[in-house]
């Protein structure tokens, strides 16, 4: 069973980087899915973050792209998001997740229970 | 980028009732659809995948259908425990996007 869980610091302050990590288990993550993030700010709806395959192929979010990163690390079996210089707009609950299929083009099946990270001083 | 316009953004009805839930692409994105359900301070859960495809484990209740560039979710006798926001996600191609959900209530 494919579960996964989502680390981060919970509160960032403004223009510092926030920076989470997607802890996989019971499924590796080389094994030929993407691997995604998606975010839900507080009452609102959901946002694609971007997504990552284990050979380092990424597609993001054109509204975040110049501030996002993602990277995996098929040795811990884990994947990373990074964004930069955040401000509160980026306060939201953070969901790692995996595609239910071998391509980009694919819904998310599997999702972490989510990260709360508010950007405040 | 694709733009999904979800319709109504909330609904109030009655258990038995028939609730249709509506999303639209602003192009074509063949049957790349996908609905989800997220009930208060829990996770998404797929629902419906290429537009009509039953995730394995969900009720029969549910279905989707398409026409066009018009997509719609089907519940087709409401229960309580279907209250929760449904989203309809758009996944042709990178740059993925949501619908902006419709909060389901009990009247």
């Known amino acids: 069973q494919v579960q996964l869980k989502e680390s981060g610091p919970g509160v960032v302050k403004p223009s510092e980087t926030l920076s989470l990590t997607c802890f996989v288990s019971g499924f590796p993550v080389n094994s030929g899915y993407f691997w995604g993030w998606i975010r839900q700010p507080p009452g609102k709806g959901l946002e694609w973050i971007g997504s990552i395959f284990h050979s380092g192929t990424t597609y993001y979010n054109p509204s975040l792209a110049s501030r996002v990163a993602l990277s995996i690390d098929t040795s811990k079996n884990q994947f990373s998001l990074r964004l930069t210089s955040a401000t509160a707009a980026d306060t939201a609950v953070y969901y790692c997740a995996r595609t239910l299929g071998g391509s980009a083009a694919n819904p998310f099946l599997f999702w972490g229970l989510g990260a709360p990270v508010a950007v405040s001083t | 980028d694709i733009q999904m316009t979800q319709s109504p953004s909330s609904l109030s009805t009655s258990v038995g009732d028939r609730v249709t839930i509506t999303c639209r692409a602003s192009?074509?994105?063949?049957?790349?659809i996908a609905w989800y359900q997220q009930k208060p301070g829990k996770v998404p859960k797929l629902l419906i995948y290429l537009a009509t495809t039953l995730q394995s484990g969900v009720p029969s209740r549910f279905s989707g259908s398409r026409s066009g560039t018009d997509f719609t979710l089907t519940i087709s006798s409401l229960q309580p425990e279907d209250v929760a926001t449904y989203y309809c996600?758009?996944?042709?191609?990178?740059?993925?996007?949501f619908g902006q959900g419709t909060r389901l209530e009990i009247k």
């Open positions: 192009q074509d994105i063949s049957n790349y």
């Open positions: 996600q758009n996944y042709n191609s990178p740059p993925i996007t």
